[in-house]
């Protein structure tokens, strides 16, 4: 499976933008870049992805390098609740299990 | 609640003995997965099944962890003559496997200390 690399940590004042980056210098082709989270005690959810093109929901956006080798969750007005584990996650095609790193701890401050 | 649901939550036991859980998939979900989470650590993959099939297994589900899916509904995961290694919050999801995006859906997960 192709490697991901986060940073370990970030702090985000509330109410500002946060863009949480990852590199995956290794993707192929076919692999889609997905983005879960981790709140305090709860199991991960899901938050975005994409193959090649920007994308937007209810929750983020995801910018994807033109070179797809990485890419920035972007959360637009971080609030409290946002606080967690974010992990960035390459899935071949339509894909089975999950490889998660260690993820980036986001903190944010009121 | 339509979400993915597990049982115990919590769960401690002493070392040698065995413990089983139980994991409840969104209702339409083919797909169900098992991943062990360990302290500061991402979820680790263990297992998962398609319908009753089991289609991927670890090699971290040593020959002490079973996991069974009878009617492909809920799953079971059994882990055999505990060690303190087993202790980790284990976690059940599940997906649609005509969703393309495969987006899987966590439970709360069961916590296993032993002790």
């Known amino acids: 499976d192709a490697k991901t690399t986060q940073p370990n940590s970030m702090e985000s004042n509330e109410e500002e933008p946060v863009h949480l980056p990852c590199n995956h210098s290794?993707?192929?082709?076919?692999?889609?870049i997905h983005w879960y989270r981790q709140l305090p005690s709860q199991g991960p959810e899901y938050v975005i992805h994409g193959l090649t093109s920007n994308v937007n929901n209810r929750m983020a956006s995801l910018a994807i390098a033109e070179d797809r080798k990485s890419s920035t969750l972007i959360l637009h007005r971080a609030t409290l609740r946002d606080a967690a584990v974010y992990y960035c996650?390459?899935?071949?095609?339509?894909?089975?299990?999950?490889?998660f790193g260690t993820g980036t701890r986001l903190a944010v401050r009121p | 609640d339509t979400g993915v649901s597990q049982n115990p939550r919590h769960k401690i036991t002493k070392r040698g003995q065995n413990v089983t859980f139980r994991c409840d998939p969104i209702s339409e979900h083919n797909r169900l997965y098992w991943y062990r989470q360990t302290l500061g650590q991402g979820p680790e993959f263990l297992t998962y099944f398609q319908n009753e099939a089991q289609l991927e297994k670890s090699r971290l589900l040593s020959d002490r962890f079973s996991a069974e899916r009878p009617k492909g509904s809920f799953s079971t995961l059994e882990i055999q003559r505990t060690e303190q290694g087993d202790s980790a919050m284990y976690l059940c999801?599940?997906?649609?496997?005509?969703?393309?995006?495969?987006?899987?859906?966590f439970g709360p997960g069961t916590r296993l200390t032993v002790l």
């Open positions: 996650i390459l899935i071949r095609g339509s894909g089975d299990k999950l490889t």
């Open positions: 290794t993707i192929s082709g076919t692999d889609y």
């Open positions: 999801a599940s997906s649609f496997s005509g969703d393309y995006y495969n987006e899987q859906f």
